[in-house]
């Protein structure tokens, strides 16, 4: 039964998608051409006022190859003639934004024009007080930092038809290369009259009032504005064409599992796409640049993927105009252009406060002109696929979404990286054949709602050979976060949900036991053959075996009092409840953990947890990585193909701030050796390190190239030509 009155077909795709997006990008589009990119978001009193001869010898010495310039919507930077359309207070007779599209033509960069729709100055209001945002209780919301301004509607006329015209002027203008949208998909739930009309005419409901995605009128909520974002994106894209048939819309949108725009469709829109992670922010490491980019791969495939980075301090507070550290700058590009992005700057303000970044992004786009070469990637070759799912944060998580789905994935992401695995991630609603077979073990962190048909895709892979990892409660739902009376991936983990879930859990236990058989312990346990008992997660599954499973090389010890401590002794000391499941057939190997592993791991760092999915890993992969790195530190590794060479990038994340920055400083590791797998029949022309400039010493034998990288400060790579 479907629950919704939208078909899955309508809003959640086909599920024949092609690799890298269904709309192709044609011989001769700009797309995939430029590999820098520089960005100037001119504020409201810059016109007269910077100076732009400084902006375009900048962008003309870091050798950018692409520009975003600021051209219209709440804030024009020409003379517009459309009624509305604020003009900058300061812009007298001078159109700042023609003057800079001629200098970066002159240079013969693309020309990208920034549009931001967000918000609307008083007169739009007085004239179309319909086209401002509404909350809840029926007020007109004004803007929260600008409180002159009011908030938009995006989906109703002020983007469709005011909107529309601003793109087709500033296109019919300057012929630029497309219109980057930022903040185009609106500031929240908005309850004015065209929402509440063009919702019930499509659904036949009110607009929701609850978050809970069980709640009809939200589940369709969800699907509808997404609807709404698609067709406006379908025509600013089509009317840019029209004027100027190379160009095209570039959202400012995506993300990983939490991201609300269906990625899968994104993809298929997308003739290239920007990534807008400018910098890292609280607790977050900085391999989480890295993640942006392959959540972005995920369903771009070989297009063109941009990585858009601030210089400034991207905390709560918006310091708009600060400068980070020389060190945090250049590991988060870093690991950006590591993991596959093309660098773009973004400098708020051509009135310059602070200039200690310029020479910063300088040196890393002078590096990255001379090593283009090596980083034209055709594909990464992991072997390696972390899963994502947005219909499980949309539907399943809810407003527990971060964490029931993010943090799970966030503690898997971290073990990869602490095991110097390469690897990519998948989305789950493209696993077909054409993409997924090129991975040998696929990990599905609490991929907790998936459809009968994505079970079956799974099944098949396994029966294909490849590998599966899972966590959690993943396959215990169907595609709307519904419950399922068992496991949809049953007979797969070999295992049988017992219909309960316990925690959170204290002061829970693992068992490690040894086979009956050997006497030996699971190669799963290896390193913790001391440790008799590891400790456990904080959610389990309760789940038995389907058939036989005569030795769990890990059994649950239940909870017991942690307090008084006279009372903290295990009443159950030994159980046969399993701690992991695991199945072998042919080449495939199926391990599943029936507890929150990777979440917990996110949220408490155990070191047991950590060896217990690395060895995971290696046993499901069951085949040497395409790349191993021995030495000190945490890296992360990434290994591609490019037309006639192969390259290693190794990101130093060793560091006192790593899980918290800004970095004070780079701190060398090294040496590590590298063992690096050789594409069949295939011999080493010459091997370099970009970063370094140094020619390591190269062994060669038995398909494998073997050479050490004396030290790495933030980041170094191994370029083979082949
Ligand atoms: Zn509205």
Same mark, same amino acid.
């Given at each position: 039964?479907?629950?919704?009155?939208?078909?899955?077909?309508?809003?959640?795709?086909?599920?024949?998608?092609?690799?890298?997006?269904?709309?192709?990008?044609?011989?001769?589009?700009?797309?995939?051409?430029?590999?820098?990119?520089?960005?100037?978001?001119?504020?409201?009193?810059?016109?007269?006022?910077?100076?732009?001869?400084?902006?375009?010898?900048?962008?003309?010495?870091?050798?950018?190859?692409?520009?975003?310039?600021?051209?219209?919507?709440?804030?024009?930077?020409?003379?517009?003639?459309?009624?509305?359309?604020?003009?900058?207070?300061?812009?007298?007779?001078?159109?700042?934004?023609?003057?800079?599209?001629?200098?970066?033509?002159?240079?013969?960069?693309?020309?990208?024009?920034?549009?931001?729709?967000?918000?609307?100055?008083?007169?739009?209001?007085?004239?179309?007080?319909?086209?401002?945002?509404?909350?809840?209780?029926?007020?007109?919301?004004?803007?929260?930092?600008?409180?002159?301004?009011?908030?938009?509607?995006?989906?109703?006329?002020?983007?469709?038809?005011?909107?529309?015209?601003?793109?087709?002027?500033?296109?019919?203008?300057?012929?630029?290369?497309?219109?980057?949208?930022?903040?185009?998909?609106?500031?929240?739930?908005?309850?004015?009259?065209?929402?509440?009309?063009?919702?019930?005419?499509?659904?036949?409901?009110?607009?929701?009032?609850?978050?809970?995605?069980?709640?009809?009128?939200?589940?369709?909520?969800?699907?509808?504005?997404?609807?709404?974002?698609?067709?406006?994106?379908?025509?600013?894209?089509?009317?840019?064409?029209?004027?100027?048939?190379?160009?095209?819309?570039?959202?400012?949108?995506?993300?990983?599992?939490?991201?609300?725009?269906?990625?899968?469709?994104?993809?298929?829109?997308?003739?290239?796409?920007?990534?807008?992670?400018?910098?890292?922010?609280?607790?977050?490491?900085?391999?989480?640049?890295?993640?942006?980019?392959?959540?972005?791969?995920?369903?771009?495939?070989?297009?063109?993927?941009?990585?858009?980075?601030?210089?400034?301090?991207?905390?709560?507070?918006?310091?708009?105009?600060?400068?980070?550290?020389?060190?945090?700058?250049?590991?988060?590009?870093?690991?950006?252009?590591?993991?596959?992005?093309?660098?773009?700057?973004?400098?708020?303000?051509?009135?310059?406060?602070?200039?200690?970044?310029?020479?910063?992004?300088?040196?890393?786009?002078?590096?990255?002109?001379?090593?283009?070469?090596?980083?034209?990637?055709?594909?990464?070759?992991?072997?390696?696929?972390?899963?994502?799912?947005?219909?499980?944060?949309?539907?399943?998580?809810?407003?527990?979404?971060?964490?029931?789905?993010?943090?799970?994935?966030?503690?898997?992401?971290?073990?990869?990286?602490?095991?110097?695995?390469?690897?990519?991630?998948?989305?789950?609603?493209?696993?077909?054949?054409?993409?997924?077979?090129?991975?040998?073990?696929?990990?599905?962190?609490?991929?907790?709602?998936?459809?009968?048909?994505?079970?079956?895709?799974?099944?098949?892979?396994?029966?294909?050979?490849?590998?599966?990892?899972?966590?959690?409660?993943?396959?215990?739902?169907?595609?709307?976060?519904?419950?399922?009376?068992?496991?949809?991936?049953?007979?797969?983990?070999?295992?049988?949900?017992?219909?309960?879930?316990?925690?959170?859990?204290?002061?829970?236990?693992?068992?490690?036991?040894?086979?009956?058989?050997?006497?030996?312990?699971?190669?799963?346990?290896?390193?913790?053959?001391?440790?008799?008992?590891?400790?456990?997660? *904080?959610?389990? %599954?309760?789940?038995?075996?389907?058939? =036989?499973?005569?030795? /769990?090389?890990?059994?649950? @010890? !239940?909870?017991? #009092?942690?307090?008084?401590?006279?009372?903290?002794?295990?009443?159950?000391?030994?159980?046969?409840?399993?701690?992991?499941?695991?199945?072998?057939?042919?080449?495939?190997?199926?391990?599943?953990?029936?507890?929150?592993?990777?979440?917990?791991?996110?949220?408490?760092?155990?070191?047991?947890?950590?060896?217990?999915?690395?060895?995971?890993?290696?046993?499901?992969?069951?085949?040497?990585?395409?790349?191993?790195?021995?030495?000190?530190?945490?890296?992360?590794?990434?290994?591609?193909?490019?037309?006639?060479?192969?390259? *290693?990038?190794? %990101?130093?994340?060793?560091?006192?701030? =790593?899980?918290?920055? /800004?970095?004070?400083?780079? @701190? !060398?590791?090294? #040496?590590?050796?590298?063992?690096?797998?050789?594409?069949?029949?295939?011999?080493?022309?010459?091997?370099?390190?970009?970063?370094?400039?140094?020619?390591?010493?190269?062994?060669?034998?038995?398909?494998?190239?073997?050479?050490?990288?004396?030290?790495?400060?933030?980041?170094?790579?191994?370029?083979?030509?082949?």
């Amino acid at each position: 039964m479907d629950v919704s009155v939208f078909s899955r077909r309508e809003f959640w795709g086909t599920g024949a998608a092609l690799a890298g997006g269904g709309v192709a990008v044609a011989e001769g589009d700009w797309f995939d051409r430029p590999m820098r990119l520089a960005q100037l978001t001119l504020v409201e009193n810059d016109p007269g006022q910077y100076d732009p001869k400084f902006w375009l010898d900048y962008i003309r010495r870091v050798r950018a190859d692409a520009a975003c310039l600021s051209a219209g919507g709440c804030v024009a930077y020409y003379p517009t003639k459309i009624p509305l359309h604020y003009r900058s207070a300061w812009l007298k007779d001078s159109d700042p934004f023609g003057e800079l599209v001629a200098g970066c033509r002159k240079m013969g960069l693309v020309v990208v024009a920034r549009t931001d729709p967000h918000a609307a100055h008083q007169d739009v209001f007085d004239a179309h007080p319909d086209w401002i945002a509404v909350d809840a209780q029926g007020r007109h919301r004004r803007h929260w930092a600008s409180p002159e301004m009011w908030v938009t509607c995006t989906l109703g006329p002020y983007s469709f038809e005011f909107m529309t015209q601003v793109t087709r002027e500033i296109v019919a203008l300057y012929q630029v290369d497309g219109i980057f949208s930022n903040r185009w998909a609106g500031s929240g739930m908005c309850y004015c009259e065209h929402c509440q009309k063009n919702f019930r005419a499509a659904c036949g409901m009110d607009l929701p009032r609850s978050n809970d995605p069980q709640d009809p009128a939200r589940r369709n909520y969800i699907l509808w504005r997404q609807q709404r974002l698609f067709e406006l994106w379908k025509l600013w894209d089509a009317e840019i064409r029209k004027l100027n048939p190379h160009a095209r819309f570039i959202p400012n949108t995506g993300g990983g599992a939490l991201s609300e725009l269906d990625m899968k469709r994104v993809g298929e829109l997308a003739p290239t796409l920007a990534a807008d992670r400018q910098a890292r922010r609280g607790l977050m490491p900085p391999w989480a640049n890295g993640k942006n980019v392959k959540e972005y791969r995920a369903v771009m495939g070989r297009k063109a993927i941009v990585g858009i980075f601030s210089v400034g301090v991207e905390e709560a507070y918006r310091w708009k105009d600060s400068v980070q550290s020389e060190a945090e700058i250049r590991l988060w590009v870093a690991d950006g252009i590591a993991n596959g992005f093309r660098p773009w700057f973004i400098k708020f303000s051509g009135t310059l406060y602070d200039r200690r970044w310029l020479r910063v992004v300088e040196d890393i786009y002078q590096w990255h002109y001379r090593a283009e070469r090596y980083l034209r990637n055709e594909e990464p070759l992991a072997r390696v696929g972390l899963v994502y799912s947005q219909q499980s944060a949309a539907f399943y998580g809810g407003e527990r979404a971060r964490e029931k789905v993010e943090d799970h994935i966030l503690g898997m992401y971290q073990a990869l990286i602490e095991a110097r695995v390469p690897f990519e991630m998948v989305h789950d609603r493209m696993l077909e054949a054409a993409h997924i077979d090129r991975f040998k073990l696929l990990v599905l962190p609490n991929i907790a709602a998936l459809s009968d048909a994505q079970c079956e895709q799974l099944r098949a892979y396994a029966r294909r050979g490849g590998s599966l990892l899972a966590t959690g409660e993943t396959s215990l739902y169907d595609e709307w976060g519904r419950r399922r009376k068992n496991f949809g991936l049953a007979e797969v983990f070999g295992a049988r949900f017992n219909g309960r879930l316990e925690g959170p859990m204290r002061n829970s236990y693992l068992r490690l036991e040894k086979d009956a058989a050997t006497g030996r312990f699971h190669p799963v346990l290896k390193g913790l053959e001391d440790a008799g008992r590891i400790i456990n997660g *904080v959610w389990r %599954v309760d789940a038995s075996p389907a058939g =036989m499973y005569p030795n /769990p090389p890990l059994t649950l @010890i !239940p909870s017991y #009092p942690d307090l008084p401590m006279e009372k903290v002794y295990p009443r159950q000391p030994r159980t046969d409840i399993p701690g992991v499941f695991l199945r072998e057939a042919g080449n495939s190997r199926v391990m599943y953990f029936p507890w929150d592993i990777d979440r917990t791991f996110w949220e408490v760092l155990c070191v047991d947890h950590g060896v217990l999915l690395r060895n995971a890993v290696e046993w499901a992969t069951n085949e040497e990585q395409p790349v191993t790195v021995a030495g000190p530190g945490v890296l992360d590794v990434t290994v591609w193909r490019q037309k006639e060479s192969l390259t *290693v990038h190794l %990101v130093n994340l060793t560091n006192p701030m =790593m899980m918290k920055g /800004p970095l004070r400083e780079a @701190i !060398p590791v090294g #040496p590590q050796k590298v063992r690096l797998k050789l594409p069949a029949g295939a011999r080493a022309k010459k091997v370099q390190l970009l970063v370094s400039g140094q020619t390591p010493r190269v062994e060669e034998a038995g398909g494998y190239l073997t050479l050490t990288v004396p030290s790495i400060l933030y980041h170094e790579v191994v370029a083979v030509d082949v």
